[in-house]
């Protein structure tokens, strides 16, 4: 009783905690935001899909169950955060698509029928290490790129962030399916997405298109058949992408970032180049798969969250371990295409 308590004091008056009383009762039942028990492992793998879609502006269980369904078919919506968001949207799109199925940014009785075939839980459990809360952790990171340069790496702020990204999940999922956990205890057991995949591993890319329009990137085999899909950020107004085809010439793994001051990046004011060293909250994540010219290339980034949401210095941005699993499918010389729109 102690919130409305306090909103009482502020409102004066029996009549007014009468009042907030029956407004909180009506939230309560008109449908406010999904309670924990809402979010059980049981409710979640047992969604079903009944004709009306999931919320996209707020977690569901059918959102949370076709989300890490569409991550273990390869068409990934970004970070996994139990909304049907424009990045669900988009990967559901292209699963259908190359399912051959009837294409729209929703969900069909057809699409999730197909989906569905995967029956097992999209839920597991995970113990935490001693591993996992040992660090190195950064608590607060710089807001300008000039002052990373002094950082001896850009890591995780806490366990909790590492232990999202790792599960491909958003902190808030992460959190809203272990109320009141401690995610810096080791042997603290944690709900988790459960995205693995029953095939043999990443397939090897003949070519990877790039598509500035609908902000997304799509790998095909030898045979012309997609076997990856991933929502992405893909340049801006001012700093746009590359036109045509160009050819992956290297890939680095945990780089170091470095910022030459001709890039003339918003908000960046140095005179002089500098490096950023390695780690999951580099500017360009935990990987870069370079492409000709220089500043071009394809990486991961700080924050998933964002990705297909805000825009990049000209760049393709994927969340970490999208681009982590694009660049164990491309090698030297695998064509990415730039395209503007459907291809």
């Not at 078919?73 to 909304?83: L, N, Q, V, Y």
């Not at 397939?203 to 990137?217: G, L």
């Not at 945990?254 to 030459?260: E, F, L, S, W």
């Not at 060293?277 to 964002?306: A, F, M, S």
Request: a neutral charge; hydrophobic letters at 35%.
């Amino acid at each position: 009783m102690t919130p409305f308590k306090a909103v009482a004091v502020r409102c004066g008056g029996q009549g007014a905690i009468l009042h907030l009383l029956l407004v909180a009762w009506w939230g309560l039942m008109a449908g406010a935001p999904a309670a924990a028990a809402d979010l059980s492992a049981e409710r979640i793998n047992t969604a079903e899909f009944n004709g009306k879609p999931p919320p996209a502006d707020e977690v569901s269980p059918l959102g949370v169950r076709l989300q890490v369904l569409l991550a273990r078919a390869h068409f990934s919506p970004g970070e996994i955060d139990g909304k049907f968001g424009e990045n669900a949207k988009k990967a559901l799109r292209a699963y259908a698509e190359a399912e051959r199925l009837s294409t729209a940014d929703r969900v069909t009785r057809e699409i999730w029928q197909k989906l569905r075939s995967d029956d097992r839980p999209v839920l597991t459990t995970y113990d935490v290490t001693e591993k996992d809360v040992a660090g190195p952790f950064l608590p607060k990171l710089p807001t300008r790129m000039e002052d990373m340069k002094d950082l001896h790496g850009l890591d995780y702020a806490n366990p909790r962030e590492q232990l999202a990204e790792r599960f491909h999940m958003s902190e808030q999922l992460l959190a809203a399916l272990n109320p009141h956990q401690p995610f810096d205890r080791a042997g603290t057991r944690l709900v988790v997405a459960d995205v693995a995949d029953e095939g043999a591993g990443a397939a090897q890319a003949d070519r990877v298109e790039v598509d500035k329009i609908r902000q997304t990137v799509k790998v095909f085999d030898a045979s012309n058949h997609l076997t990856d899909f991933f929502p992405a950020t893909v340049g801006s107004e001012d700093k746009p992408s590359p036109t045509g085809t160009l050819k992956v010439t290297s890939i680095d793994r945990n780089p170091n970032y470095r910022y030459n001051p001709k890039y003339h990046f918003k908000g960046v004011h140095a005179n002089s180049p500098f490096t950023i060293r390695p780690g999951p909250n580099n500017p360009v994540g935990t990987v870069w798969i370079q492409l000709p010219g220089e500043g071009y290339g394809i990486h991961g980034t700080p924050d998933p969250g964002k990705v297909s949401k805000a825009q990049s210095h000209g760049c393709v941005r994927l969340t970490n371990w999208d681009a982590e699993r694009l660049a164990s499918e491309v090698k030297k010389g695998t064509p990415v295409a730039f395209v503007d729109g459907a291809s």
